[in-house]
């Protein structure tokens, strides 16, 4: 139960914030906090990762679905074998992560992204992200750190 609470969280949390910027910021609008590290804009991706596939929003959502149904399978099978903490914890992180991207998608043919960071690596500091997208980058590490059993 507490892993489905935490799927729930992160896509709820992220939903919130998600309509929040949507509504609340014009694109050109930016907000510097933690001395800079970190921007808060708005910005619609209509692709994966970095925008790729932008021009094919279809073949995006269905390549989504696909990927999201079989994470959630795995979650689920992951549940009835009562796998350890790392891995559901992760599997958890990436469902509320993978929900709340595939629902925009799936709603408004496009992701909300909404943050970036700066950091020493130039090409970096021009990717924005949103919640969803650093829970399911860190579900997939965990993944990596758990899953040797």
């Known amino acids: 139960m507490k892993y489905i609470l935490v799927a729930t969280t992160i896509f709820a949390g ?17 907000t510097k906090l933690f001395s800079g590290k970190v921007t808060v804009r708005k910005c619609h991706n209509r692709g994966m990762a970095l925008n790729y596939l932008e021009k094919c929003p279809k073949l995006v959502k269905n390549i989504s679905g696909i990927i999201f149904l079989m994470i959630g399978i795995l979650w ?64 997939s590490l965990l993944l990596v750190l758990f899953g040797r059993d």
């Open 14 to 30: 992220d939903f919130f914030l998600k309509k929040h910027i949507e509504e609340q910021r014009d694109f050109k609008e930016e």
């Open 76 to 139: 689920y099978l992951c549940f009835k074998k009562k796998k350890n903490l790392g891995i559901m914890l992760a599997f958890s992180l990436i469902v509320g992560g993978g929900a709340s991207n595939f629902f925009d998608r799936v709603t408004k043919g496009y992701v909300i992204d909404y943050v970036s960071f700066q950091t020493p690596w130039k090409k970096l500091n021009h990717v924005v992200f949103n919640i969803s997208d650093l829970c399911i980058f860190l579900g």
